[in-house]
């Protein structure tokens, strides 16, 4: 094996064969040196040598311009879409609490089970009921607002279109009523159009019962405003939807397979051999069983957007036997409110972290871009 | 900025030589150094202290002299090295003769050498670097060097130009 002291040797004799240019580096120098006599102070040559390639905070400063610029399009890009929009999702859901209607919905947009009875809640104050009827969160309060039979906010434009109508009362009668009312209501649904799509009943103590009545669409005030007048409404949830889109899709992808039904049969028509006739008519039996479908489906929309469901839960006075009623002072209330607003406050700032998360992120991916792409420069350059 | 001017000035002729092995050209070697040198002086700023500043520099004169090589191919196309012929006389004229004989022997096996073997042997028996200062000269891991250098020790041991002379070594 060779020794390293024989190649120090070696090479060093090589080199030593290599004369040094005795000008060279003066020459070098002499390059070097009419930069720094040209520039009028040492911050100018700072600045010229600088230029390329910029230094790190010049990568920093412009990578998180870059991603400050590439957020504020983001967000202005998908600023244009109202997602909120009624129109634009096709589907309104109007929940409304004749507490509400009394005593106002709370800032959490939640219904409270408040009696406006001075029997059953002196003072007007607070009462817990049981689960009869669960609360139902808030969306809009401009209909049935007055207890009367005001449409829906989505209303048919024109003939084409398709809205669904469903809504759903919580009703409560006075004891012993409850047959009553659901006599009232199906008598009401005949009325109006409509009939009873189904009935339920419960008996003993405390009787109960729920109808599901289906009217024509434009019935449906009525029938909500009559509703309300056999009792009292402890809520009401009502929904339209917009299937206007699904109707006419139905609609074309039945005529298209129309079309290519009779295209088959008059190639049947033409068909000579077994082999070809059952082929086709193969074909022809699927298109079919599709058309059946879709009309089928077509059936069914067609029934819900003629006809609109209304749910009648119907309880009697004596079903909150057992609420507690517990007097809120000035204090309490203002202590409810204070632990509303921490929570609102809570939530606020839990939205807010999530942009600023987000923009944490992209500039340190911006950064650490910077980095790597300042290193790559600085490598090429030296 | 003149502790600079003389720390290249000092640093030129090792750094001139060390570009001569690796380019066996002194022109190229000239203008590799000459353009290294205009490199260090351009990124004066990130210059590293201490210990780190030679191994920078030296990574700046191979990365040159790589550039020149990979472009110009100069490094096989130089069978006609007159180094030999201009060797330093010496006062012993057996020494002379022996330095002589190893320096061609050397020369022809070092061009044998695949340019990453060659590089750190140069940077190591020549100019003198550590290891890890040769990592940094050619970005590449200590560990990396270390089996370089093995491998390139090897290569030339078994070098039918140096086979006599690891011989010699080895019977003495």
Redesign the interface.
């Known amino acids: 094996?060779?020794?390293?002291?024989?190649?120090?040797?070696?090479?060093?004799?090589?080199?030593?064969?290599?004369?040094?240019?005795p000008q060279?580096?003066d020459?070098?120098?002499d390059?070097?040196r009419p930069a720094?006599a040209v520039a009028p102070d040492d911050t100018d040559v700072e600045t010229s040598?600088r230029r390329w390639p910029p230094s790190r905070h010049t990568w920093l400063l412009s990578s998180a311009a870059a991603v400050v610029v590439l957020i504020l399009v983001a967000f202005i890009v998908g600023g244009g879409h109202n997602d909120g929009s009624p129109s634009a999702g096709g589907k309104v859901t109007n929940t409304v609490s004749d507490r509400e209607n009394a005593a106002g919905v709370g800032a959490d947009g939640s219904v409270k089970m408040m009696s406006s009875s001075p029997g059953s809640a002196p003072g007007g104050g607070t009462v817990s009921v049981p689960a009869a009827a669960p609360p139902r969160p808030a969306v809009t309060r401009d209909q049935f607002a007055s207890g009367g039979g005001s449409t829906p906010s989505v209303v048919p434009s024109d003939s084409l279109t398709k809205i669904v109508q469903t809504g759903s009362m919580d009703l409560q009668v006075d004891k012993g009523k409850v047959d009553g009312a659901v006599v009232a209501l199906t008598k009401q649904a005949r009325v109006l159009g409509g009939f009873v799509a189904s009935s339920q009943s419960v008996g003993g103590d405390e009787p109960s019962a729920s109808v599901t009545l289906r009217v024509p669409n434009s019935s449906f005030p009525d029938l909500l405003a009559q509703a309300r007048g056999l009792g009292k409404v402890l809520s009401v949830d009502t929904k339209s939807a917009d299937v206007t889109a699904q109707y006419v899709d139905l609609q074309a992808r039945l005529h298209a397979l129309g079309l290519t039904k009779s295209t088959y049969l008059n190639i049947l028509t033409k068909a000579s051999t077994i082999g070809e006739i059952l082929s086709v008519q193969q074909r022809v039996n699927d298109i079919q069983t599709q058309i059946d479908q879709l009309q089928g489906q077509l059936k069914v929309l067609t029934d819900q957007t003629s006809y609109a469901t209304l749910t009648v839960s119907i309880d009697q006075k004596a079903s909150i036997k057992s609420v507690v009623v517990h007097h809120q002072s000035g204090l309490g209330k203002a202590v409810n409110r204070s632990v509303s607003r921490f929570v609102h406050g809570v939530e606020a700032i839990i939205g807010v972290i999530g942009p600023i998360v987000l923009v944490l992120l992209l500039v340190a991916l911006g950064w650490l871009l910077a980095k790597v792409g300042y290193r790559i420069v600085?490598?090429q350059?030296? | 900025?003149d502790d600079l001017?003389a720390w290249?000035?000092e640093a030129?002729?090792r750094a001139?030589?060390?570009a001569?092995?690796v380019l066996r050209s002194?022109a190229d070697?000239?203008d590799a150094?000459?353009e290294a040198?205009?490199?260090v002086?351009?990124?004066r700023d990130?210059i590293p202290g201490g210990d780190g500043r030679r191994a920078w520099l030296y990574?700046?004169v191979v990365?040159a002299c790589l550039s020149r090589l990979r472009g110009d191919k100069v490094w096989r196309a130089r069978t006609d090295d007159d180094?030999?012929q201009?060797?330093?006389s010496q006062s012993d004229p057996q020494r002379e003769a022996e330095?002589?004989a190893?320096?061609a022997?050397?020369?022809d096996a070092?061009a044998r050498l695949p340019e990453h073997l060659r590089v750190p042997?140069?940077l190591r028996?020549?100019s003198g670097l550590p290891e890890k200062d040769i990592a940094v000269a050619i970005?590449r891991r200590p560990g990396t060097v270390k089996s370089r250098l093995s491998e390139a020790?090897?290569r030339?041991?078994e070098d039918p130009a140096?086979a006599e002379?690891?011989g010699l070594?080895?019977a003495r």
Do not use: K
Request: glycine content about 4%; some cysteine; aromatic content about 10%.
């Open positions: 094996m060779i020794t390293d002291e024989l190649l120090e040797r070696g090479l060093g004799e090589i080199a030593d064969g290599y004369d040094v240019p060279a580096i020459d070098i120098l390059q070097l720094d040598h600085r490598r350059m030296v | 900025m001017e290249l000035d030129y002729p001139y030589r060390t001569c092995l002194p070697a000239e150094v000459q040198f205009l490199r002086w351009r990124f990130a990574r700046v990365n180094v030999l201009r060797l330093p330095d002589a190893l320096a022997c050397l020369g070092l042997v140069v028996y020549y970005q020790r090897r030339l041991s140096l002379w690891a070594e080895v």
